[in-house]
């Protein structure tokens, strides 16, 4: 039993060191490197899509705070309050969309020459360098922010009811625990869904 150990992990091992050994030919590196480079806007979008999430989350906890100040000094203050948000967003987003960009040869591109041989790789770039799926992209991009429009509009009255109750529930939990109020405002969910920023 123990040979059949030792020979199983022995196995093992030889096939770790011969992935990891396994030299990737000039030729499939530049593939791998030609592949990212079609990806680029997709990995800034990435980027840009998560500052974007991050400064709703913010702008809907500002928001609800907000809600509670003087009636009189509420509209001044969602303006200020929208253009902090879109200053961070100014002022990160560029730094998110590099980081994206710079992670990617690591990440995807080892994943790429791991994943894809050659041949496939000339498809695949074949298929990202198409008209057809330029257009593709195009088509689909725009689909999907109507989808996600209709989607907020059809499930709002859902998601806001049951956002109410959450918020109520954690509240509640808040106050039997003995968090100050300010405390318990910065922590509550927000109550409305908000669309992704571009």
């Known amino acids: 039993?123990?040979?059949?150990?030792?020979?199983?992990?022995?196995?093992?091992t030889a096939g770790v060191c011969a992935a990891q050994g396994g030299a990737v030919s000039p030729a499939?590196?530049?593939?791998?490197q030609k592949v990212l480079a079609l990806?680029?806007?997709s990995l800034e979008a990435m980027g840009n899509a998560l500052v974007g999430q991050v400064g709703n989350r913010v702008l809907q906890a500002a928001a609800q705070a907000a809600s509670r100040a003087a009636p009189d000094k509420r509209e001044a203050l969602g303006v200020d309050i929208k253009a902090d948000v879109r200053k961070f967003y100014d002022?990160?987003?560029?730094?998110?969309?590099?980081?994206?960009?710079k992670l990617g040869p690591t990440l995807i591109g080892s994943a790429l020459e791991e994943k894809f041989?050659?041949?496939?790789?000339k498809i695949l770039i074949t298929w990202l360098e198409s008209p057809v799926?330029?257009?593709?992209?195009?088509?689909?991009?725009e689909m999907q922010r109507q989808l996600q429009q209709k989607l907020v509009a059809?499930?709002?009255?859902?998601l806001e009811t049951k956002l109410k109750a959450l918020d109520q529930t954690i509240a509640r939990r808040l106050t039997e625990a003995g968090v100050p109020t300010a405390a318990r405002s910065a922590s509550?969910?927000?109550?409305?869904?908000?669309?992704?920023?571009?």
């Open 28 to 32: 499939k590196k530049e593939l791998v």
């Open 1 to 12: 039993m123990k040979r059949w150990i030792a020979a199983a992990v022995l196995a093992a």
């Open 154 to 158: 059809e499930t709002r009255p859902t």
């Open 117 to 121: 041989s050659e041949d496939e790789l």
């Open 133 to 141: 799926n330029r257009k593709f992209q195009e088509f689909a991009g």
């Open 91 to 101: 002022e990160t987003a560029p730094v998110v969309r590099e980081q994206a960009v």
């Open 188 to 198: 509550a969910p927000a109550s409305k869904p908000a669309a992704a920023k571009k």
């Open 39 to 41: 990806q680029k806007q």
